[in-house]
C-alpha cells in the first residue's frame, strides 16, 4: 500500500511540475513586452499570452484536484500518466516541425505550425473519443449483463450472488434467497472450497475456470456451490469478480444414492446366486469379500471365524477385536445388526454379523458409511450366512449318506445272506425233526422270511431317503406294474387282482425303486383289506405330461382326515401287523420323481384309491 501511494504522489507531483514548466515561456514573454522596448500595454500582453496561461494552469489545478479525490490510485496516476503522454508527444511533434522549418527550410511558419497543433489535437481528440466509445460501449455491456443478471437473481430460487474480492469477499449484489440464507455474508460457502478464494487465485484461473464443489452447510441438506469469474484479467490492480450460485442438489443425491443402492443390491442378489454355487468354505469367504469391495470400497477387510482370521483383503489379523465382541451373541446386548466404529488411527470400521461365530470387517478412511452401504454389507453377511449353513447341512447330509450306504451295504450283504442261510438250513432240517421239533422249525422259517421282508423293506427306505442323490432313467411303467401285479398274485392267492387294459405305453422317470412303489401299495390294498375276499384294480391314464397310476381296493377306505397321516414314518391301523414304514416309503420315492401320491375313495369298489402321478419322458 505504502508503495502505491508513493507512485500516486509522485504521479500528480509530475502534472504539476509539467504545468509549472508550461507556464514558465508565457510569463517570460509578459515580462519582457511589459519591460523591456518597444514597451507594451499590459493588458495587451496579458491578452496575447492568457491560453498560454491558462492551459498549464489547468495542469496545476487538476493534479490539486485528483490529489483530493477517492478514487483507487490506479485510476489516479492512470490519469496523470495520459496528460504526461500527451504532452510529451506534442511537444515532440511540435519540436520535429519547428526543427524541419528553422533548420531544414529556413524559415519560420507560424500559421503552418499553428495548424499542424490543430490537426494534432484533432487526432488526439479521435483517440480520446474511441477511447470513450470504448468505454461507454463496456459501459453498456456491463449494464446489460447485470439487467440478465437482476433477472436471473429474481426468478431463480438458488441463492445467487455477485462477489467482489477487495481483501475480503464483498456481496455487490445478490437476490432474495441468498439475502434471506446468508444475509451479506458469503465467507461460510467459499471456506469449503477446494482451493483459497481470492482475487489473486480467481485472476489466475481467468474467466473460463468455473469451480464447483459440494459445501456442508451443517444441516441435512446436500449444496453445489458455483463460483465463475467475471472479466477477470492480468491486471492486478483490477477489481476480481465473481457469480457465486448455491444449488441445494438434496434430491438429485438422493436418487443418483438410490440409484447407487439398487445397483448394490442386484450386485448382492447375484452373489447370492454365485454363493449357492460354492463347495467350500473358503471360496465362500472370497467371493463375500469381492462382493463387499464393490459395496463399500474398503480399505481393507477381513472374514473372522471363532476370533481367527480366515480371510482378507489388506488385513492379517481382525480390525476391531472390540466390534466383534458386540455383535457376538452373549456380549454386549445390541439389536444384532452391523456396527460402526473409529478406531485408533482414525479409521472407521464395519463389524457385520454372519452367525453366533463369525463376522465381516471392513475398514475405511471415510469419516462415515451410508445407511444404504451398511445394509448391503447387513444383507451380504445374510448371504454369508445362509451359504456357511448350507455347506454345514451338506456335509452332515454327506455324512448321513455314507452311514446309510454302510447300513445299506450291511443289510443287503450281511443280513440279507445271514437270513437266507437260516432258511435254507431249516429246510434241510425238515427230514430231521418230529412232530415237535417241526412246528419250532416252521416258526424259525417264518421268522426267516420276515426278516428277509424287513431287510429288503430297510433297504428301500435307506434308498429313497436318498431321493437327490437318484440317478433316474426313463423306465417304461406299464412293465413295471405288471411285473408286480403278477408276483402279488402269486403272494396273495385269496385276492383278485384286476389290470384295466391297455396300460399306456410311455416312460416315467424313476430307477429301480419304482418296482417298490407299486409292490407296497399292492401290499398295502391286500392286507390292510377288511373285506372276506380282497378285490385290487390297477388302472393308468395320460393327464397331460403325467401318468396317473391307481391302485384301488374294496376295503374299508382311508377316513379323509388320516390321508395325509397316513404317509407318515411308522404310521398303522390299529388292526395292522406291519411296520408303518411302507407308506411312508413310497411317498419318498415318488417325490424323488417329483411326482406325488394322493388318496381318494374308490367309486365303485368302494375302498381306497391310491393315485400316483409320474412325470413322462417323451
Known sequence: MEATSFRRRVALLAVALLGVLLLAPPILDIWQDWTQPPFKPLWSTLLENITSLVLPGVLVLGSVWLARRDWKDRYVYGAAEWAIAIVVGHAVVLGWILFQQAYVQGDLKPYFIAMDGIVLSADVALGVGVYNARSRRNRDRLERERDRLSALYENSTDPIATVRFDGDAIVEAANGAFR?????????????????????TVRESGVDGTLEYEWDAGDDRDYRVSVTPIDADDDADEDVRVHVRVADITDQTELVREAEARERLEHLHRVASDLASVDTAD?????????LRSTIAFDEACVVVDGDTVAGRGAETTLDRTGIERVQTGAVPSDGGAITRTVDGGETV?????????????????????????????????????????????????????????????FRHDLMNDANVIDARASLLGEHVDETGAEYLATVQERAGEMGERIETMRSLMKAVEGEDHDLTPMPAATAMKAQVDDARGTYRGAAFEVEAPLPDVDVLADDLLADVFQNLLANAVEHNTADAPHVRISAERDGEDLLVTVADNGSGVDPDRRDAVFDLGEKGEASGGTGIGLNICKRIVDSYGGDITITEADDLGGAAFTVRLPIVE
Open 350 to 410: 464395519l463389524t457385520v454379523p454372519v452367525g453366533d461365530d463369525a463376522v465381516l470387517q471392513a475398514g475405511v478412511t471415510e469419516s462415515s458409511l451410508r445407511d444404504s452401504q451398511v445394509t448391503a454389507a447387513e444383507l451380504l453377511g445374510t448371504h454369508l450366512r445362509e451359504t456357511r449353513q448350507r455347506l454345514d447341512r451338506e456335509d452332515r447330509l454327506r455324512d448321513q449318506r455314507e452311514r446309510l450306504e454302510l447300513l445299506n451295504r450291511t
Open 180 to 200: 434471506e440464507r446468508f444475509g451479506e455474508g458469503v465467507a461460510d460457502v467459499l471456506a469449503d472450497a477446494p482451493r483459497e478464494m481470492t482475487a489473486d
Open 283 to 291: 471360496s465362500a469367504y472370497e467371493r463375500a469379500l469381492n462382493a
